[in-house]
């Protein structure tokens, strides 16, 4: 049955859906079966993080946009994370393949609070005294010197990074850490990131995080 080449199973970060294309015809076959899968248990997927596991040379990005908007819309999961069973990896950040992503074109002045249940992208700066809060990762096209909270939900795997990482208090999933008292302020992008039951601060390094 077709039904047997999908398998979801619960895990600490959440529910994983493996897909075994290769039993399937066309992406569409696919996509029929997953929704009948998940409609037995509609309910059950609300509010949750959902990973597939599948091959992705099977799928095109046209076809990943469906199938995330179908997952986001039908079945209000709280994030969507595509995990390459070829490759037996996953990206920290990788667009549509993470989930819902909201850009946010503008400066965050003190005493606004931002809070999204996806990947927040804020080109602008975030003035001390403000709030932000993501279900997913929180990229900063600008200063960051406010509250920061990615992977709110217990999502260690989120990350935070800026032109200029300077926050008031960082955190990711429920781990928190404030900024360093001393003057020493880098003039180059960093990463926020839990390595080894840490937050670690690293510089950008183009391909090593995106």
């Known amino acids: 049955m077709l039904e047997d080449s999908i398998i979801i199973k619960g895990n600490r970060e ?112 975030v003035n001390s005294g403000s709030e932000i809060y993501a279900g997913g990762n929180i990229i900063v096209f600008g200063a960051l010197r406010g509250y920061v909270h990615a992977g709110v939900g217990g999502n260690h795997r989120a990350m935070v990074a800026a032109f200029y990482l300077q926050p008031q208090i960082l955190q990711i999933g429920d781990m928190a850490t404030r900024a360093p008292d001393d003057n020493i302020k880098p003039q180059y992008p960093e990463v926020a990131k839990i390595k080894a039951n840490t937050i670690i601060v690293e510089p950008y390094l183009p391909n090593k995080f995106f």
Do not use: H, W
Request: aromatic share 10%; with cysteine; hydrophobic share 40%.
């Open 14 to 125: 959440g529910l994983n859906a493996v897909i075994n294309m290769n039993k399937f015809k066309d992406f569409d076959e696919m996509l029929e079966v997953l929704i009948e899968k998940l409609s037995k248990g509609k309910l059950f997927f609300k509010g949750c993080t959902l990973k597939i596991t599948t091959e992705l040379r099977y799928i095109n990005e046209r076809d990943l946009r469906r199938l995330k908007d179908i997952l986001f819309d039908e079945f209000l999961i709280r994030d969507c994370i595509i995990e390459d069973s070829g490759e037996r990896r996953t990206k920290a950040f990788s667009g549509i393949y993470e989930g819902r992503t909201k850009f946010i074109r503008r400066t965050i002045r003190s005493g606004q609070i931002i809070n999204y249940p996806g990947n927040l992208v804020i080109i602008g700066d």
